[in-house]
């Protein structure tokens, strides 16, 4: 690491520097130390060394180790089992409605969105409303109503878990545990997925930076689960057009970053049924590993997100299009084996 500090500070936050392991070479340079640290691991002492920017006559504070420690290190493809992989060659198309409303409606969906191509069952039993009046979800009855349409239809299930205290609930009726973008920063609740065996989708919070989402996803990898996927859902601009601002450079970037598959849900992204195709294209072309699309078997019917929400045959025809790009990419789009 690296301390700019006044020449008349220097000799103490060198003696601060060695007192936690660091080896200090120091050089002077206009009326400043330049003080430089090595052998010693920066993250062990983080809030040490954050707070030497509190010392007197510190004016930067410079940190040469990588943020993660566990996040970035290697490529990992996440596995679901049975063939399921995300982050390998083949796409992974999830869809499925904003909510689970109904037995006929989730079954219905299910089966439209698994003879279509999907692999993975979408839909919410816990949701975060913005109003504490609108609909919040079935509960556990939703879980249930889920895990059963997709067994019933070999598809992968995924729903999100908002309460720390529900994670081994959720995990028990779905395949993927599901972090929504109000979520992001609940470290609690990140570090108690982090101690599930279910893989984690983990939303790109409503105004986080790409080094935010980094590192929510190392609170959930360093408590223990590194099966991570990320997922680009939009972030708050000043663009009204739009319900989100899809920012696609986040896709190779973040696994550039990362190193775990990311996705993307056009859906909470635009807010708007048209967009779904061009940005799922867009995606793809991008780099996404998969797409998390909502689907609802009667949109304007929908209790949540009708309008950012495609009728099956939309998504019937937008499955051959993801192909078509995936294939110019040499990928492929995982398919279902439909029951
Ligand atoms: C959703 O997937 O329906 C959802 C609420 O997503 P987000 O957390 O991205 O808003
Ligand atoms: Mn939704």
Known sequence: MIVVVAFHAAGAVKSRLEELGFRVEEALAGGRAVLCGSGADELLHL?????????????EVHFSQPSTKVVGQESRIVDLGEGVLIGGDA???MAGPCTIESESQIFATAEAVAHAGATVLRGGAYKPSTSPYSFRGMGVKGLELIAAAGKRFGLKVI???????????????????QIGARNMQNYDLLHEVGQSSK????KRGLSARYEEWLMAAEHVASSGNEQIILCERGIRSFESGTRNMLDL???????????????????????KRDLIAPMS?????????GLLIEVHVNPEQAIKDGAQSLAPAQFEALVPQ???????????????VVA
């Open 47 to 59: 809030d040490h060394l954050k707070q030497l920017r509190a010392w007197e006559g510190v004016e």
């Open 91 to 93: 796409i992974v198309i």
């Open 159 to 177: 729903t999100e878990v908002m309460d720390p205290r529900k994670v081994d609930l959720v995990a028990q009726h779905s395949d993927i545990l």
């Open 199 to 202: 893989p984690v989708l983990l």
């Open 249 to 271: 450079a986040s896709v190779p970037v973040m696994k550039e970053l990362a190193k775990l598959p990311v996705i993307v849900d056009p859906s909470q992204a635009t807010g």
């Open 281 to 289: 294209l867009a995606a793809i072309a991008a780099g996404a590993d």
């Open 322 to 336: 993801v192909q078509a790009v995936a294939g110019a990419l040499g990928r492929s789009v995982l398919l279902p």
